[in-house]
Structure formats: C-alpha cells, structure tokens
C-alpha cells in the first residue's frame, strides 16, 4: 500500500475542504447587502478558493497571475470583513458553564490524535494534523450538541475576520523556498564571513540562533527560514566547527519560533486570535510575547552553546 499516495490523496482533500469554505465565504459576501467592498472581497474569496480546489490542475503561472490579482485587491484596500452573525454572550456563558473544562477536549485531541497518527501510522505528519482535526470537530459536536450549520458560520465567521493576511502562511513558505534557490542563504553567508571570526563557536552559535529569530520575523514562518539560515549561518559557522547536527538544528528551529512570537508577519499565530477575540490593539498578543520570546530565544544559545558541542 502506498502511504505516501494515501497521504496526498488526504491532504487534497483537506485542501478541497478549505477551498469550499472560502467559494462559501465569498458567497454570503455577495448577499450581503450592507457590505462596504463587496465586489473585491468576494473576488478575494472566490480566487482563493479556486487555487485551493484546484491548484494541481491549474498552470502555475495562471497561479501566479492569481496570486497578483489577490495581492492588487488586498492593496487597493477592496477585501473588508463583511456582516457576521454577532456572538449572544448571553448564551456563550450559559454554554461556557454548562460545557466547564469539556471546551478544551477538541483542542487536546488535535494535538494528541495528530501526534499518534503521525508516530504509529505511516500516515504523513501534515495529512495526521488535517485528520485529528475532522477527528476534534466531531466531538465538538458530540459535547455542544450544536448544529451543522454552526460550523458554516463559524467558518464564515473566521474567515472574515482574518481577512487577507489568511493567506500569509502559503506565500510565506514559498518565499522561503524561493529564497534557498535564489542562492540567498550563500548571500547571507558571504555578508556574515566578512564580519565574524571564524573559529568562535560562541559568536557562531548566537548569530544562527539570532539569525533564524530575525529571518522568521521576516518571513514569518520558521521553516521557510530554516533552510535559508542554515545554509548561510549553520553550515559554515557551527556545523563545520564540529557541532551535532541534530542537536544544533533542531534548537535553531524552536529559536526561529522566538521570532514568530515577534511578527506580525505570523499571521496565524499573532493577527488571528486577536482578530477573532476582536481585540482593538492587534499587535497587543506580540507585545505580551515579546519578553517570553527574547528569554527564550537567550536560552536557546545557552542550550545549543552547551548541548551541541
């Protein structure tokens, strides 16, 4: 059995799934009456939604030129939140002491389904996340007893209130990869080689950690900095000074994550829970996170000065 088919085959149809939320989206924007930029906004939607239903049918330039349209929307200010169903407080604290501590259960069963999806079965690690999701709505339902139709608008609900940086994740990673063909990690490495000294694995040690905080505040994602940080900072500045690659490489992952809690530019993890708890400050999540991160980010260099020589 091909596993690895099964686990494309899952990850298109989640892909599906989330196309048809957005085509659902800009749908219920164009019957929307009292929407200030109703045309663009669906269009946004609409496009979006394509790309994710069909992209490996679609010729990526034509994906491109999609991508540029999209972005020219967002620019000239045309993709707005539109009329939602306002939340009845009322009834989410009537629900909230009725449910207790069972509100957390859907959250726990994504991580801990994803995670014994992706250790015991051959199923890959994003398809085991797409999986303990369905998984985690499910018994949603089962506990709140609620509607099917609740999911649609909550979907809607979600979508509108993230708006255009929804995107930011997908172009984010392709950026990244971009970037590591362009050759900028040799770039990075060039620039860096005429500053630091060679041979001080302390001063190498902190520039990839920094390197990778930095980089990820840029791109947003740390994976799409890894590759790139790596190449143009590990590589020469501690791998070659003898450090344990796995060790090493894995601590300047989670020290890129320090920088994610830093960026707007993570848009799914900074822009979307403001949004959705309809904070009026969006950056007040990133100012709460930024004295843990920068502890964190000091301790990475500790761990890997220590641990991975």
């Known amino acids: ?19 048809i939320m957005m085509l659902n989206t800009a749908v219920l924007t164009l019957k929307d009456k ?8 669906a ?32 620019l000239t200010k045309q993709v707005k939140p539109g009329t939602v169903k306002a939340l009845d407080e009322k009834f989410g604290e009537e629900q909230a002491e009725k449910l207790g501590l069972k509100v ?3 959250s726990l069963i994504i991580a801990l389904a994803a995670l014994g ?12 996340i797409g999986v303990a999701a369905v998984i985690a709505v499910i018994v949603t339902f089962i506990i709140t007893k609620a509607k099917p139709r609740v999911l649609v ?6 979508l509108q209130s993230v708006g255009s940086v929804s995107i930011l994740p997908q172009l984010l990673a392709a ?3 971009l970037f590591t063909a362009a050759g900028v990690g040799d770039v990075i490495s060039s620039g860096i080689s005429s500053v630091l000294p060679q041979g001080n694995i302390f001063i190498g040690v ?32 501690v791998f070659a000074q003898g450090a344990n690659v796995a060790i090493a490489g894995a601590l300047a992952l989670t020290a890129g994550y320090c920088g994610t809690l830093l960026t707007p530019m993570a848009a799914n993890f900074n822009i979307m829970p403001a949004a959705l708890l309809e904070i009026e400050d969006k950056n007040s999540i990133i100012k709460h996170q930024a004295p843990v991160a920068l502890i964190l980010l000091a301790i990475h260099i500790v761990l890997m000065y220590f641990l991975a020589f």
């Open 43 to 74: 269009l946004f939607w609409a496009l979006l939604g394509i790309i994710f239903i069909f992209g490996p049918s679609i010729p990526p330039a034509l994906v491109g030129a999609t991508l540029v349209v999209i972005a020219v929307l967002t």
């Open 175 to 177: 950026l990244g990869a």
């Open 104 to 106: 957390f259960v859907p």
């Open 153 to 158: 608008e909550e979907s809607d609900r979600m």
């Open 117 to 128: 999806i992706a250790q015991f079965t051959p199923i890959s690690g994003t398809a085991a």
């Open 1 to 19: 059995m091909d596993f690895a088919a099964i686990s494309n085959t899952l990850l298109e149809i989640f892909y599906i799934i989330i196309g």
């Open 34 to 41: 009292n929407h200030k930029a109703k045309i663009g906004t």
């Open 206 to 237: 902190t520039a990839y950690c920094v390197g990778m905080a930095l980089f990820t505040m840029i791109m947003g994602n740390a994976f799409a900095a890894f590759s790139v940080i790596t190449v143009g900072i590990g590589i020469p500045f």
